[in-house]
């Protein structure tokens, strides 16, 4: 073995040129000493002197790994327990190494969302919410302007002058006021719902100002109100009414989006700030996860080194 070392090493170079192997491994010999560390361990100490200390430091492991082989081997030899012993480390091993898998798994259940690896995601979704945000406050702002419009249009077409009602209308009143506007109001809905569904605002909110027109005008009646005799509605008038009336629904259909654009906003707005917070957190995340999957590594680097020594 001390000729294998010395070859392979390429000790000893002046020697080898001019004495044979058998002197230039008592030479070696001579260079090497061992001794015990202490009496009660069960250890020694193996040194080697050479004039080159990269050269000594490699020697002396290639002599600590032979007395340790050479140990173990002994050991095999004089007690089958090696294996028995190895196999209960094994055990005891895997049984860290799984403890720490839950440990791991635990925590990447406990905070899912945070982790290093979702941080890409994180930041994309980031940028599609803010998109969706631009897009919807874009849209309210058009809704608002529309909405003003439409108030400007209302307060024009009730400033809007009448003609004079012709002579005669007044002879054979008829009754107007709350009954008149329900007709008109049914009239709309008769017309929006062959263009609409059922469950469109603009019919809903109908259907709304006719049910309130319908206890209103029940209410008069009710209570003996005398209803003021009036005359018929010119067509002029009547159009003018059904204009506003119109615009009137239009504005709830309005209102409805803005509305709806509102809820959207702030939930995009508290979503946005849920990501942002876990991309802060990221950081944090990232150290604990580290060390967490370094302990890992090395139980798992025990386990396999004793599964091969097994």
């Known amino acids: ?16 040129s001019r004495e044979v192997m ?5 030479r070696m010999r001579q260079d090497i000493s061992t001794s015990p560390v202490s009496v009660d361990v069960n250890s ?52 860290r190494l799984v403890e720490q898998e839950k440990k791991l798994e635990e925590y990447r259940k406990g905070h899912a969302g945070q982790l290093p690896s979702q941080l890409g995601g994180n930041l994309q979704a980031i940028q599609t919410a803010s998109l969706q945000l631009q897009s919807v406050n874009e849209s309210t702002n058009r809704a ?48 929006i719902l062959q263009r609409y569904t059922p469950n469109h605002p603009e019919v809903v909110s109908l259907q709304r100002l006719i049910t309130d027109l319908s206890l209103k005008l029940e209410g008069e009646v009710a209570v003996g109100a005398i209803v003021e005799p009036k005359r018929p509605l ?58 967490l999957t370094r302990d890992y590594g090395t139980m798992q680097a025990a386990y396999t080194n004793l599964l091969t020594k097994r």
């Open 1 to 16: 073995r001390l000729e294998q070392i010395i070859q392979q090493l390429d000790l000893y170079k002046e020697e080898q």
């Open 234 to 291: 010119t067509p002029a008038e009547t159009a003018q009414q059904k204009r506003i009336l119109e615009l009137q629904a239009e504005l709830a259909v309005i209102d409805y989006q803005l509305s709806a654009n509102r809820a959207e906003a702030a939930r995009l707005q508290r979503a946005i700030a849920d990501y942002q917070s876990k991309v802060d957190v990221v950081p944090t995340r990232e150290s604990e996860l580290v060390e």
């Open 44 to 95: 020694f100490r193996v040194s080697y002197v050479s004039d080159n200390a990269e050269k000594s430091r490699k020697v002396t492991e290639r002599l600590a790994s032979l007395y340790i082989e050479q140990n173990l081997k002994d050991r095999e030899n004089q007690a089958d327990s090696t294996s028995q012993f190895l196999t209960a480390q094994l055990a005891e091993a895997k049984t």
């Open 144 to 191: 608002q302007e529309r909405r003003l419009l439409i108030e400007r249009q209302i307060a024009d077409t009730r400033e809007v002058p009448l003609p004079a009602p012709p002579v005669g209308t007044t002879d054979n009143p008829v009754p107007m006021g709350t009954a008149q506007q329900l007709e008109l109001a049914r009239t709309r809905l008769a017309l």
């Open 22 to 26: 058998e002197d230039i491994v008592q």
